[in-house]
């Protein structure tokens, strides 16, 4: 969701619940779809616990499992899974709003105005237009993506699979999912086989990017080309961010964490670590085999996430660029932070305030809980929670071994990180009304 607030509706039907409804929705039912016996390998019926972690997790592009994908799941479940994926990508307002674009029905004024929220456009006009060109867009990244990625498949499991696993994996990555079929090489396993192999480790990380650098930055790109200075302030404000997020981490860990690779797969590693934590879940590294420091710095990169209006979760890449704004402009007695000669409002920065600290208190409390019912340590812990809020799929393997009550916590952290906190704020009090009244005014110190 973008960061400027909207007016509020007094209705059940506010987009901010229609947003949230609709994910429910989506999620339930693919839950019943994913407990069919022939959603699974074995012809069983899955725990509707089970079911209903798969489908949050495909429906919030997580990547957080507890049944192996490939192994567990039939062609069928894999379909569903993936279907979830694109339709939790894209947002569930954004599909809704295609099929009535794509059928010629009139799009209301309602109507327009959840989908404005859905994809975190500034206002209301030109928003079918914008929602037309992200399915286009998607729809020809995703393909791209595939077709980068077939001939490393095809030539390791064949035409037919080779396809479905390239089709599989560039939606995947792109909607920021994490979701991967590489079980039947080892249960888990992820991307680690593709360490070294360029098309791999650089494809998917590009799919990441594409998918979580927001809808508005793409427009930006397409209507100026490389004009940059054109570009709205919030598009290179994702840009700048986005890049130094990737160069800083990636450094980080070409020169600590792969010091003893060669050279060149040493680049790939380090490029695709930096990349995937915001918010892909992929990995091409054993992260269990990682430092501690570099497993706090891909933690802190899953609470960040990607970018608003975007595939990605996390609080996102605008939330912590207006707080360090802020804070620079407390440190020169500024009274208002600024990017690009712009200022940034009061409502912005209490809007990222609440925002990160929500977020914090959300990925403690969780990371404490399960690390005192389970008897886990609290790094772990606390990596497999951002993992959940930050709708990143990483994992140090303990979320298989979680319990019911620890897995309803994670489900919780992927839907409030996919849905938003502001949107769930909103929803919830968007019939109380505002007072124009001024309470007396006193100062309290802080720091």
Request: with cysteine.
């Amino acid at each position: 969701m973008g960061l400027t607030q909207r007016p509020f509706h007094k209705s059940w039907s506010s987009p901010f619940r229609i947003i949230i409804f609709g994910f429910l929705l989506v999620i339930l039912l693919g839950s019943f779809l994913l407990m069919l016996p022939v959603a699974t390998k074995e012809g069983v019926v899955t725990p509707f616990s089970d079911a209903l972690f798969t489908a949050t997790s495909a429906v919030c592009v997580t990547g957080l499992v507890v049944h192996d994908t490939a192994t567990y799941w039939s062609n069928f479940g894999q379909f569903i899974i993936v279907l979830l994926i694109q339709i939790g990508g894209l947002g569930v307002v954004t599909v809704a709003g295609a099929f009535g674009i794509l059928s010629g029905r009139r799009i209301g004024l309602m109507q327009r105005s959840t989908m404005q929220e859905a994809i975190a456009a500034p206002n209301v006009g030109g928003v079918v237009r914008l929602t037309g060109f992200i399915l286009k867009t998607a729809l020809v990244v995703e393909l791209l993506g595939a077709a980068a990625l077939f001939p490393v498949f095809w030539q390791e499991f064949g035409l037919i699979k080779g396809l479905w696993y390239a089709l599989f994996h560039s939606i995947s990555a792109f909607c920021n999912a994490g979701f991967d079929l590489m079980g039947i090489k080892e249960p888990f396993s992820s991307l680690v086989d593709y360490a070294d192999n360029p098309v791999v480790s650089i494809a998917i990380p590009l799919l990441i990017i594409i998918g979580g650098i927001g809808f508005l930055t793409w427009d930006d790109i397409r209507t100026n080309r490389l004009h940059i200075t054109r570009y709205r302030m919030q598009s290179k404000v994702i840009l700048v961010v986005t890049g130094s997020l990737i160069l800083l981490p990636g450094i980080y860990f070409f020169l600590f964490e792969f010091a003893r690779e060669p050279v060149g797969k040493r680049l790939l590693l380090s490029f695709f670590q930096a990349v995937t934590p915001r918010t892909a879940g992929f990995n091409t590294a054993d992260l269990t085999a990682m430092s501690e420091s570099g497993q706090t710095i891909i933690t802190m990169l899953m609470l960040i996430g990607g970018s608003p209006g975007s595939t990605a979760g996390g609080m996102k890449t605008t939330t912590l660029a207006v707080l360090l704004a802020n804070a620079l402009a407390v440190f020169r007695r500024n009274e208002y932070p600024h990017f690009f000669n712009r200022r940034i409002s009061k409502e912005t920065i209490s809007q990222a305030a609440t925002i990160f600290a929500m977020y914090l208190g959300l990925f403690l409390a969780g990371g404490l809980v399960i690390s005192r019912m389970e008897g886990q340590p609290i790094l772990d812990s606390l990596f497999e929670t951002a993992s959940a809020i930050g709708t990143v799929g990483l994992s140090l393997g303990l979320t298989p071994q979680l319990h019911t009550v620890s897995r309803l916590i994670l489900i919780g952290l992927m839907f409030f990180g996919r849905v938003g906190g502001l949107t769930l704020i909103f929803a919830a009090l968007s019939s109380t009304q505002n007072s124009s009244a001024r309470l007396p005014q006193e100062r309290i110190t802080v720091g």
